[in-house]
Every structure is written in C-alpha cells, then in structure tokens.
Nanobody
Framework: QVQLVESGGGLVQAGGSLRLSCAASGSIFSINVMGWYRQAPGKQRELVASITSSRNTYYAESVKDRFTISRDNAKNTVYLQMNSLRPEGTAVYYC???????????????WGQGTQVTVSS
C-alpha cells in the first residue's frame, strides 16, 4: 500500500503565496506522474499541474506563470509553489501519483486526502 500526505495549506490574502507538499510513502519502487488537482465548492475537481519522473511539466492555463510544480524523486515528494494567489483559487488541493509498487509492474493511481487553501480578498 501507498499513502500520499499533503501539507502546507492554509489561509492567505490575495496576492500572497503558499507552498504545498505531498509525500508518498509505502512499498514504492518508482513514481511516474505526480500532480496537483483542486476542487472548489460545487465544482468538479480540476487538474492544476503535473510533473513526470523526468520533470516534464503541465500547467492549467489559469495558473501558468504563477504556480510552479517540482518534485524530489529521492524523497518521493511533489511540491506546488503558488504565488500571486487569487480568491478563485480557494479550494481543497489534492495530490495524486501513479506509483509502481515493489514486486509489481503495473502503476496504480493514488490520491492524497487533500489540504484546504483559502484565499481571502
């Protein structure tokens, strides 16, 4: 089994910054893509950013040039640096990962439990 644990959420004023972290633990052999999603009240969960094991990145148009995703493969951790936050960024942020566990070859998909980010205007 694999667990993803997020941290770093909180309350911030518009224009401020937060850094989210998500650490994966368990019987991990390797991790392919890691990503961050968010879900605002009454809305569908949406992809914010993702990063491959070779550090190719993707960003949603709404966060380009403000958010930066990075990862530390040695620590099985993904980060999301969020700058110039806007009130519409208020949501629960979830990390996800495609994990190849030890003694397997098929990647399995895991979600973290989510961390609340609230941006006040």
């Amino acid at each position: 089994q694999v667990q993803l644990v997020e941290s770093g959420g909180g309350l911030v004023q518009a224009g401020g910054s937060l850094r989210l972290s998500c650490a994966a633990s368990g019987s991990i052999f390797s991790i392919n893509v890691m990503g961050w999603y968010r879900q605002a009240p009454g809305k569908q969960r949406e992809l914010v950013a993702s990063i491959t094991s070779s550090r190719n990145t993707y960003y949603a148009e709404s966060v380009k040039d403000r958010f930066t995703i990075s990862r530390d493969n040695a620590k099985n951790t993904v980060y999301l640096q969020m700058n110039s936050l806007r009130p519409e960024g208020t949501a629960v942020y979830y990390c996800d990962a495609d994990v190849i566990e030890q003694r397997t070859v098929t990647p399995l998909h895991y979600w973290g439990q989510g961390t609340q980010v609230t941006v006040s205007s």
